[in-house]
């Protein structure tokens, strides 16, 4: 099974400050099938990034999401109230064919 | 515009099978899998499974597998997931959702809105 981790568990940050989460893999993973999202309070999940690095339809470009292997990062720059939420990372290919990582809250200092 | 719109939230009693709904439109139901995901009060995202509604092939969690079964109506353009024996930890918001195929890559792009369900007697 491909485990996902992601650190930190809670970033606390202040608006207009820059966030780097991280999730770290058990196995070397596809860069076209790592993916992240962001899930605000009561909602459903919402995609930010596919393919390791491509925003998805309507993500400000303050998003972004780079590594290979079993690194992989999301930025966030400039932090606006509306970004503090809680991120998931997760992969697809392994067995079970969909992974999720545990999610790094990002709070307002 | 796609539209995952799942049923309404429900009580179940420990033991028994639930069973949830999600009806989408905006699109072409057998062109695309629906997979879905459990989230625990609190916690975070666990995969469950997946659905081929073209041909009905699906493929589950070894954590759910013998529990779970999901189906599609083409009629309907439903998908369903039922859990069956289900027991307190079961209780859980779940959600569909639309896998979509990229040109280099594939993601869980558009979300039903979630169906929390209680077991409780």
Do not use: N
């Not at chain 1, 970004?83 to 697809?92: H, K, L, P």
């Not at chain 2, 009580?11 to 139901?29: E, Q």
């Not at chain 2, 997946?50 to 439903?78: C, H, M, N, W």
């Amino acid at each position: 099974e491909i485990v996902l981790t992601q650190s930190p568990g809670t970033l606390s940050l202040s608006p207009g400050e820059s966030a780097t989460l991280s999730c770290t893999s058990s196995h070397s993973l596809s860069t076209s099938y790592l993916t992240w999202f962001q899930q605000r309070p009561g909602q459903a999940p919402r995609l930010l990034i596919y393919g390791t690095s491509t925003r998805a339809t309507g993500i400000p470009d303050r998003f972004s999401g780079s590594g290979s292997g079993t690194y992989f990062t999301l930025t966030i720059s400039r932090l606006e109230p509306e970004d503090f939420a809680v991120y998931y990372c997760q992969q697809y290919g392994g067995s079970p064919a969909i992974t999720f990582g545990q999610g790094t809250r990002l709070e307002i200092k | 515009e796609v539209h995952l719109v799942q049923s309404e939230p429900a009580v179940t009693r420990p033991g028994t099978a639930m069973k949830i709904s999600c009806k989408v439109s905006g699109y072409t139901f057998s062109d695309y899998y629906i997979h879905w995901v459990q989230q625990a009060p609190g916690k975070g995202l666990e995969w469950m499974g997946l659905i081929d509604p073209e041909d009905g092939e699906t493929d589950y969690s070894e954590k759910f597998q013998g529990r779970v079964a999901i189906t599609a109506d083409t009629s309907t353009d439903t998908v369903y997931m039922t859990l069956s024996s289900v027991r307190s930890e079961d209780t859980a918001v779940y959600y569909c959702a639309r896998w979509v195929p990229a040109a280099t890559s594939s993601f869980l792009q558009d979300w039903g809105q979630g169906t929390l369900v209680t077991v409780s007697s």
